[in-house]
């Protein structure tokens, strides 16, 4: 998208939209790294299971959030998205503990 | 009307037509036959309400999944499908997590189509031409609920098969011809392994197969008609951004795939918080000392049931009423055959709609308070009827307000002021009104206290009356607290000749009550 499509393109939220992308990649492979590892018999397993496909499903929301909100006038709420990723966060190091 | 929509079709207008072209144009326009697929969404759809349906469908999908995961392992028998299902729990990887996912998104399901249907109810998805859509969408919510009356037996455990005992004296208890097909058709004519067996071919087969064909004729007529515009209640026009069209693919596709997303990561997380444990195994011995209780989703209809006046001889009454609140809900969208779609302009189908919701919301509570409880006709009358009384009146309270916004949004109600002997909303008379409000609602608020204790003595009186026979004292509570129902009726049906609610204005004061309100 270029300046001349939207009155209101602004190139921070882009390039602030690019890193939590970024970001949101990173912990959705170490879901999905976690999630291969996980031993299915252990104590917890299911717990762990579901916080970690959990975590992984809210990054891959964002993600689309993310991607929508740029197309459409490039702005998004900045607070929800930092509080879901610290949430995907909390998810993976609760799952990774159990 | 926008692009998105197609609320006025050619195919309808058919003057000077043979009957058998307009009965033909009728069923396109109404099924879709004739339109393009797929084509862009309004951005004003981007909105969760709009996507309840899909998302109960998005948890049919979980079912799905889950459920032929299940499938591998369970056997339909009595004898062996409590012990399948434990192996699951206990012996399968992950099987605990699979049985109790599977559970809660057919909760969710059941609670997204419920939320669905009264959504469409309060903003009138059911008018012109979307009629065939809601008689669709309202067997998809039957479905919906076979599937929970089904799957809940499978596991064989006391709870469930007792609940689904409970849910099938209700079908027996209707007239001969029906219960008896009825009861072929769900249990066939053997014992518990043919009823196991029935159940399990609905759950797993039947049902889903008319789901799909339900959800295909229902995704058609969607794309023909395209999604509803909101109603606002304050009929201003909407933003011609929000009528701009997107494209299904990404923008609208994207949308459904995060509320899907967030959605399965919720039932997720409830499956860790809330995972489920089974219950004993069924056996005779054991029902015997168990109180049986149908799961919350029929808990409403089964409170019902529980009201003494409905015991055994007034059961068909009470199955009928249920059975009918089902058929007008079916057939709502020709009964309500109003042009308008504000909720402003249907306040009694609104008030009905919320009443029928916090009923039904009262209901359920109160059944899964009082398992096995016969509940008293006064006491049914009282919690009933107050209930009732109190969504009208805060329906009516309400609708005051949305009137006094639609007034201060300019719309098409009267200025302020008028003849002698009538205050209306806004400008210098706000204050008058708050204090005649006030007197009014406390004026309502005496009068449903009064209505429903004299409604609830009524009955009492009556089958008093009819069990132990005529007697003074009997005679003089009737006749009390017929007096009393008499004065509560007449005492609000003056309040709200008064409030005259379609005009927005107050037209009588009574000095001695409603101090300070002054012309």
Redesign the interface.
């Known amino acids: 998208m270029t300046g001349e499509e939207s009155p209101t393109y602004e190139p921070a939220f882009e390039r602030l939209g690019t890193r939590i992308v970024a970001l949101l990649l990173l912990l959705e492979v170490l879901s999905v790294y976690f999630l291969w590892v996980l031993n299915p018999v252990g104590p917890h397993a299911e717990d762990a299971f579901a916080l970690s496909l959990a975590a992984s499903l809210v990054c891959f929301a964002m993600i689309s959030y993310i991607y929508r909100a740029l197309k459409r006038d490039n702005r998004f709420g900045r607070a929800p998205l930092i509080a879901g990723c610290c949430f995907v966060v909390t998810l993976l190091m609760v799952g990774i503990a159990l | 009307m926008v692009e998105g929509s197609s609320d006025d079709t050619p195919a309808d207008s058919g003057r000077g037509k043979s009957r058998a072209e307009r009965l033909a144009g009728w069923f396109d326009s109404r099924l879709g036959l004739s339109y393009e697929m797929l084509r862009p969404a309004p951005q004003y759809s981007i909105n969760p309400f709009y996507w309840l349906g899909a998302l109960a469908v998005v948890a049919f999908v979980i079912q799905g999944v889950t459920g032929v995961m299940m499938m591998l392992y369970y056997v339909p028998s009595p004898s062996q499908a409590y012990a399948t299902t434990m192996y699951v729990f206990q012996d399968v990887?992950?099987g605990?997590?699979l049985e109790t996912?599977h559970l809660y998104t057919a909760y969710a399901m059941i609670m997204l189509a419920f939320m669905h249907l009264m959504r469409g109810y309060f903003v009138s998805v059911h008018k012109k031409p979307r009629e065939a859509m809601w008689v669709v969408g309202m067997l998809m919510g039957f479905v919906t609920l076979g599937f929970g009356f089904t799957g809940y037996l499978l596991p064989w455990t006391i709870v469930s098969k007792s609940a689904t005992d409970v849910g099938l004296g209700m079908v027996q208890a209707l007239p001969p011809p029906i219960s008896s097909f009825l009861t072929f058709l769900i249990v066939g004519t053997g014992g518990d392994a043919a009823e196991l067996l029935r159940f399990y071919d609905l759950h797993v087969v039947i049902l889903p197969a008319i789901l799909l064909v339900l959800l295909g004729a229902k995704m058609y007529m969607l794309e023909a008609h395209g999604v509803s515009e909101p109603v606002t209640g304050l009929q201003s026009p909407l933003p011609e951004r929000k009528k701009k069209l997107i494209p299904i693919f990404?923008?609208v596709s994207?949308?459904l795939?995060?509320?899907a997303?967030?959605f399965?990561?919720a039932m997720?997380?409830i499956?860790?918080v809330f995972?489920l444990t089974l219950p004993p195994e069924y056996s005779a011995a054991l029902a015997g000392q168990y109180t049986a209780q149908p799961d919350w989703y029929f808990l409403w209809i089964y409170q019902i049931l529980k009201i003494s006046a409905f015991e055994e001889a007034g059961l068909p009454v009470a199955l009928s009423a249920i059975t009918l609140i089902f058929v007008v809900l079916v057939l709502l969208p020709f009964i309500d055959r109003g042009e308008g779609r504000a909720i402003t302009g249907r306040i009694k189908y609104v008030t009905l709609g919320a009443v029928f919701v916090a009923e039904v919301a009262v209901l359920a509570v109160w059944g899964y308070l009082t398992p096995g409880q016969v509940i008293p006709n006064e006491q049914a009358a009282l919690v009933l009827g107050g209930t009732a009384l109190l969504i009208t009146l805060g329906s009516a309270l309400l609708y005051r307000l949305l009137s006094g916004g639609l007034r201060k949004a300019g719309a098409s109600l009267p200025a302020p002021g008028g003849s002698s002997g009538v205050v209306r909303t806004g400008g210098s008379n706000d204050a008058a009104l708050r204090s005649a409000s006030v007197w009014t609602a406390g004026s309502f608020v005496v009068l449903v206290a009064l209505g429903t204790f004299s409604i609830s003595s009524a009955i009492n009186a009556v089958v008093a009356m009819a069990m132990r026979g005529l007697s003074s004292a009997v005679l003089t509570s009737l006749v009390l607290a017929l007096a009393g129902v008499l004065a509560a009726v007449a005492g609000a049906a003056y309040l709200l000749y008064r409030l005259d609610l379609p005009n927005s204005r107050i037209k009588r004061r009574v000095r001695t009550f409603e101090l300070g309100w002054s012309k």
């Open positions: 990887s992950y605990t997590f996912v990404p923008d994207f949308y795939f995060e509320l997303a967030i399965g990561a997720l997380l499956s860790v995972p």
